[in-house]
């Protein structure tokens, strides 16, 4: 073996006696086989780049950096899109819109949904007059002359009544105030519990995994009502609306939507 083998190729020597580099060594302060990818200096002088940022590209071959404006830039909106936003906002003026959504879709809730509570209340009021007005015929009978008058009694059941039809309507209102909306972006679902609770859903069509109807019983077959069905990718979170109109058609929409919406076709 020749002993110049086994000597480094790139030492380092100096020159004690002036206090320069061998030429082994170039102005850089690394030797001529250094890597600049491997080796992350301080600073080298004469090359326009930053150290760090170059180890980083270095231990990331497969990667691409790309810059991001610090202003984003601003979306286009065309005077038609505008013009379908600003009457959403004018006609449903609760609704968060984003810019340049509108809404394409406006499920209500079946009036079947209001038998219950009308029938309810109507039905109570019925059984009250009809008790005030046989009361007359009540006393006569049974000669009760120490109870209260006709007027007496007619008058007390007046507020009653009126409270009746009150939380009648109340009922109705929070019914009616549950909606389901499909916009060129999302799904909004208005969920009204009661007077004074309200609680809003919104999922970008671009999350929904899986849309569909169900209907059940002759009722709803009959009277074609029914339930839809949304699921969403990463939880799989479940969303679902009551009560709704012609739940096939509707669903075929929202199908269409969220097809469209992932394909990067318009929203119609």
Same mark, same amino acid.
């Not at 009036?111 to 009809?130: A, E, H, Q, R, T």
């Not at 059940?216 to 990463?234: C, D, K, P, W």
């Given at each position: 073996?020749?002993p110049?083998? +086994? &000597?480094?190729?790139?030492s380092l020597?100096?020159d ?8 082994? =060594?170039?102005? %850089?302060?690394f030797?001529?086989?250094s890597?600049?990818? %491997? ?7 004469? #090359? ?8 980083q590209?270095?231990n ?7 810059t ?5 830039? &601003?979306?286009?909106i065309?005077?038609e899109?505008?013009? &379908?936003?600003e009457?959403?906002? *004018? ?5 968060? *819109?984003?810019?340049? =959504?509108?809404?394409? *879709?406006?499920? &209500?809730?079946?009036?079947?949904? /209001?038998?219950?509570? /009308?029938?309810?209340?109507?039905f109570?009021?019925?059984? *009250?007059l009809?008790m005030?007005?046989?009361y ?5 009978e049974?000669? @009760?002359?120490? /109870? ?14 009126? /409270? ?11 019914? @009616? ?5 499909? %916009? ?5 679902? =208005?969920?009204?519990?009661g ?20 209907q059940?019983?002759?009722?709803q077959t @009959?009277?074609? #009502? ?6 969403? =990718?990463?939880? $799989? +979170?479940? #969303? ?12 075929a ?14 929203? $119609?």
């Amino acid at each position: 073996m020749n002993p110049q083998d +086994t &000597k480094p190729k790139q030492s380092l020597q100096r020159d004690i006696s002036n206090g320069n580099l061998s030429q082994n =060594e170039d102005n %850089t302060g690394f030797g001529r086989n250094s890597s600049y990818v %491997t080796i992350q200096p301080d600073s080298i002088s004469g #090359y326009n780049f930053d150290p760090q940022i170059r180890a980083q590209y270095a231990n990331e071959p497969d990667y691409v950096h790309a810059t991001r404006p610090i202003e984003p830039q &601003k979306f286009h909106i065309s005077p038609e899109l505008k013009a &379908k936003h600003e009457q959403a906002k *004018l006609d449903y003026p609760y609704l968060n *819109l984003s810019e340049g =959504e509108y809404v394409i *879709l406006d499920i &209500k809730r079946h009036p079947v949904g /209001l038998w219950g509570p /009308l029938i309810g209340g109507i039905f109570s009021i019925v059984i *009250l007059l009809s008790m005030v007005f046989i009361y007359p015929i009540f006393i006569s009978e049974y000669g @009760m002359s120490s /109870l209260p008058g006709f007027e007496v009694v007619f008058l007390c059941s007046l507020p009653i009544c009126l /409270l009746i039809g009150l939380f009648t309507y109340i009922n109705a209102w929070v019914y @009616m105030r549950n909606q389901f909306f499909l %916009t060129n972006e999302s799904v909004i679902q =208005e969920i009204q519990r009661g007077l004074f609770s309200r609680h809003e859903q919104t999922v970008s069509l671009g999350s929904i995994e899986d849309a569909s109807f169900e209907q059940n019983g002759v009722l709803q077959t @009959m009277l074609n #009502y029914g339930s839809i069905r949304l699921s969403t =990718e990463g939880e $799989e +979170t479940t #969303y679902r609306f009551y009560f709704v109109s012609n739940p096939k058609e509707q669903i075929a929409r929202l199908n269409n939507a969220v097809e469209s919406f992932k394909n990067g076709r318009p929203v $119609e």
